[in-house]
Nanobody, 128 residues
């Protein structure tokens, strides 16, 4: 089992930045991919970004956040980060940290069904 705890959410003005953090614990040695999803009120949960855990060299982003968000990880600290810049109202959502231990090819899945481990979520609210 892998436990995930998010932090760093909050209220920010449009155009501002936030950095989300996710602390992983438990059987993290078996982790293959970690990432972020988000869910806005009345909308389905959607993929934001993900990264392969061991090398951190493979990342994938949703088109809506590409060039604004950056995912990174610190394997020694068992942390995953999401740096969010140029935030806009459409980024308002609960952001969930996710992890999965199964390898796959291509290495990063964008489907929520693929990820077995989920955090409780952290609220990000962007005011216009």
């Amino acid at each position: 089992q892998v436990q995930l705890v998010e932090s760093g959410g909050g209220l920010v003005q449009a155009g501002g930045s936030l950095r989300l953090s996710c602390a992983a614990s438990g059987r993290t040695f078996s982790t293959y991919t970690m990432g972020w999803f988000r869910q806005a009120p009345g909308k389905e949960r959607e993929f934001v970004a993900a990264i392969n855990w061991w090398s951190g060299s493979i990342t994938r982003y949703a088109d809506s956040v590409k060039d604004r968000f950056t995912i990174s990880r610190d394997s020694a600290k068992k942390m995953v980060y999401l740096q969010m810049n140029s935030l806009n109202y459409e980024d308002t959502a609960v952001y969930y940290c996710v992890a999965e231990s199964r390898p796959r090819a291509p290495p990063i899945a964008m489907s929520a069904d693929w990820y077995a481990y989920w955090g409780q979520g952290t609220q990000v609210t962007v005011s216009s």
